[in-house]
């Protein structure tokens, strides 16, 4: 079965505090595809970044970073130098490479707050 | 200029009616999804499209009926609408399932409608 656990319900940091987002998930397919997305207070969706199973080297764009690890199961996202603008409710979610289904499968979500 | 587009962002109602919201996306995609966004901000497939066909369907009531009418409309028809239906309903789509191929492609979403069942 697949499943994305986020345990982290919320989590408070302090501008320019660095925090990690843990990510952990459950598949048995050999190829899939992870996903982290961002819920500001507006409420839409924001696409961050996708990862096929296969790629295991860790990503940076500007102050985000994942690290991605297979043998742990884990897709986790640091934020370097946390802004006030980080803010929000961040998903991590799955979706497995198969030809009749693509949905993706969320985590519970990670709520972030940056204070001033 | 928007992507993925939904219409209304917000519908107040009362239950026993009946109502639509629509999506529509200029990206080309093949794909498109229906989510639903509960009061604890679970986010849960409920339909996807794929070219006007029908891909998956979540085991969502009876109630909820999609509607395609071509690849770039994806609407959500609810009936006897019920206070459990209380949520905010996002519409996604994405370039994925094109010929067979197992390829997940990103999804981009809409900004979400926020439904209030009185």
């Known amino acids: 079965a697949q499943k994305v656990t986020q345990a982290q319900t919320e989590i408070s940091v302090v501008e320019k505090e660095d925090v990690t987002l843990d990510c952990v998930y459950e598949?048995?397919?050999?190829?899939?595809?992870l996903f982290w997305y961002k819920q500001p207070p507006s409420g839409e969706l924001v696409f961050l970044i996708r990862?096929?199973?296969?790629?295991?080297q860790n990503e940076i764009s500007g102050r985000y970073s994942w690290n991605f690890q297979k043998s742990t199961s884990s897709f986790n996202f640091t934020i370097t130098a946390s802004q006030v603008v980080d803010s929000a409710v961040y998903f991590c979610?799955?979706?497995?490479?198969?030809?009749?289904?693509?949905?993706?499968?969320f985590g519970t979500g990670t709520r972030l707050q940056v204070f001033p | 200029d928007t992507a993925v587009s939904q219409t209304p962002k917000y519908l107040v109602t009362q239950m026993g009616n009946d109502k639509s919201i629509k999506c529509e996306q200029n990206?080309?995609?093949?794909?498109m999804y229906w989510y639903k966004q509960d009061s604890k901000k679970f986010l849960k497939i409920m339909f996807s499209?794929?070219?006007?066909?029908?891909?998956i369907n979540e085991t969502v009531p009876n109630r909820f009926s999609p509607k395609s009418p071509d690849k770039a409309h994806l609407n959500l028809h609810i009936n006897s609408l019920e206070l459990g239906d209380s949520a905010v309903y996002f519409c996604?789509?994405?370039?994925?399932?094109?010929?067979?191929?197992?390829?997940?492609?990103?999804?981009?979403f809409g900004p979400g409608t926020r439904l209030t069942v009185l």
């Open positions: 996604a789509s994405s370039q994925a399932l094109a010929g067979g191929q197992y390829n997940t492609d990103t999804q981009y």
């Open positions: 979610a799955l979706s497995e490479a198969n030809w009749d289904t693509d949905k993706l499968i």
């Open positions: 499209y794929n070219n006007k066909e029908l891909i």
């Open positions: 990862r096929n199973s296969f790629d295991e």
């Open positions: 598949t048995r397919d050999t190829t899939y595809y």
């Open positions: 990206l080309g995609h093949d794909t």
